[in-house]
T-cell receptor, first 112, second 115 residues
Framework: KQEVTQIPAALSVPEGENLVLNCSFT??????LQWFRQDPGKGLTSLLL?????REQTSGRLNASLDKSSGRSTLYIAASQPGDSATYLC???????????FGKGTKLSVKP | DAGVIQSPRHEVTEMGQEVTLRCKPI?????LFWYRQTMMRGLELLIY????????DSGMPEDRFSAKMPNASFSTLKIQPSEPRDSAVYFC?????????????FGSGTQLSVL
């Protein structure tokens, strides 16, 4: 059974810092991995999608990497801003249509 | 488009009462998903529909939970009778293509509290 773990559960950094969020999964047979952002009282917004054949994806100040063999992904946020404060979740798609397996998220707080 | 619309935003009810959560997917989307989010278990898929037909309901916790999609623009998730352990945030999401989880659009959720 696929399990997704995110460490740390919470992270607080000063504005301007570069930071890395971690995600690990137990079954390397995945189709893709996504990183989502969740703001308080809101739904999830997809940030980046990495296909299983890819090693990384970039969008603006965000860079996500994937190492399938070791069951790990990282989300790198450059030059963090207070507006980046949110909970970040990773989710893996094992191919069972419709069933993304989510981690519990890392709650990020960027202090001005 | 207004996105995925869920109602109510908050629901407080007493144990044993029936609860109905509602969802309007994005127009033209073929798949609809119901998720539940708790601190203990995180985000879990309850059920999803393709073209209004339930495809996988293995995540529905027990018979007290039921979901329907009578047409392409409306879905309900019903809990009867409700219990305190059902307290959670329930999300609806839709996708433009059957089972396509790469393009999921989430609603803002319904915060359910069962006292």
């Amino acid at each position: 059974k696929q399990e997704v773990t995110q460490i740390p559960a919470a992270l607080s950094v000063p504005e301007g810092e570069n930071l890395v969020l971690n995600c690990s999964f137990t079954d390397s047979a995945i189709y893709n991995l996504q990183w989502f952002r969740q703001d308080p009282g809101k739904g999830l917004t997809s940030l980046l999608l990495i296909q299983s054949s890819q090693r990384e994806q970039t969008s603006g100040r965000l860079n996500a990497s994937l190492d399938k063999s070791s069951g790990r992904s990282t989300l790198y946020i450059a030059a963090s801003q207070p507006g980046d404060s949110a909970t970040y979740l990773c989710a893996v798609d094992g191919g069972s249509q419709g069933n993304l397996i989510f981690g519990k998220g890392t709650k990020l707080s960027v202090k001005p | 488009d207004a996105g995925v619309i869920q109602s109510p935003r908050h629901e407080v009810t007493e144990m044993g009462q029936e609860v109905t959560l509602r969802c309007k997917p994005i127009s033209g989307h073929n798949s609809l998903f119901w998720y539940r989010q708790t601190m203990m278990r995180g985000l879990e898929l309850l059920i999803y529909f393709n073209n209004n037909v339930p495809i996988d309901d293995s995540g529905m916790p027990e018979d007290r939970f039921s979901a329907k999609m009578p047409n392409a623009s409306f879905s309900t998730l019903k809990i009867q009778p409700s219990e305190p352990r059902d307290s959670a945030v329930y999300f609806c999401a839709s996708s433009p293509k059957q089972g396509m989880v790469e393009k999921l659009f989430f609603g803002s959720g319904t915060q359910l509290s069962v006292l």
